[in-house]
Antibody
């Protein structure tokens, strides 16, 4: 079955970086863009951007531009999201989510289980 | 930046119809998706491209989008439908989420 399995929880100090991985299985990895979404405690989802697994091309939300990097390794069907200059506001669940089709029109049809990132001194 | 507005909460009795709205400027000209999120779980897509249901989503879920408002309608609401619901639209290939609506079935 189609699934996305994310890396485990992280605890980071302010100013550090975190890199979260998302391993896809059950479908052709390069056929679907991958989104990343942040959800702070008690808040709604917040879109961070997407990566095109075929080309490596990316589109980032303006809020995260300059601080986020999304990459992929097609040989192991894995997408990555790295966020730098962490602050306490980045304490959140981070999800990868597969684009069901054209990333500008289709929804995010498969979601990972989420990775908790805690930023604390 | 583009914003989507949802009511914080909606209540419905079992078996009745629940309607959750999502408002944004010119929203009818954009594609809208809807997700539900149950406590402790990842969001799940229930409607995409305004009114299409992914496989496995019951027919009681439907969507519409016109003018400045999109609506998610749940007919014959069941206790299992109690969750947070989020609308999401595309603005120049950037995804924007609404603030969410807590659906209570009582």
């Amino acid at each position: 079955q189609v699934q996305l399995v994310q890396s485990g929880a992280e605890v980071k100090k302010p100013g550090a970086s975190v890199k979260v991985s998302c391993k896809a299985s059950g479908y052709t990895f390069s056929d679907h863009y991958m989104h990343w979404v942040r959800q702070a405690p008690g808040q709604g989802p917040e879109w961070m951007g997407w990566v095109n697994p075929k080309s490596g091309g990316t589109v980032y939300a303006h809020k995260f531009q300059g601080r986020v990097t999304m990459t992929r390794d097609t040989s192991i069907s894995t997408a990555y999201m790295e966020l730098s200059s962490l602050t306490s506001d980045d304490t959140a669940l981070f999800y990868c989510a597969r684009a069901g089709g054209d990333p500008g029109t289709f929804g995010m049809d498969v979601w990972g289980q989420g990775t908790t990132v805690t930023v604390s001194s | 930046s583009y914003e989507l507005t949802q009511p914080p909460s909606v209540s419905v009795s079992p078996g009745q119809t629940a309607s959750i709205t999502c408002s944004g400027e010119g929203l009818g000209d954009k594609y809208v998706c809807w997700y539900h999120q149950k406590a402790g779980q990842s969001p799940a897509l229930v409607i995409y491209q305004d009114n299409k249901r992914p496989s496995g989503i019951p027919e009681r879920f439907s969507g519409s989008n016109s003018g400045n408002t999109a609506t998610l309608t749940i007919s014959g609401t069941q206790a299992m439908d109690e969750a947070d619901y989020y609308c999401q639209a595309w603005d120049s290939s950037h995804a924007v989420f609404g603030g969410g609506t807590k659906l209570t079935v009582l």
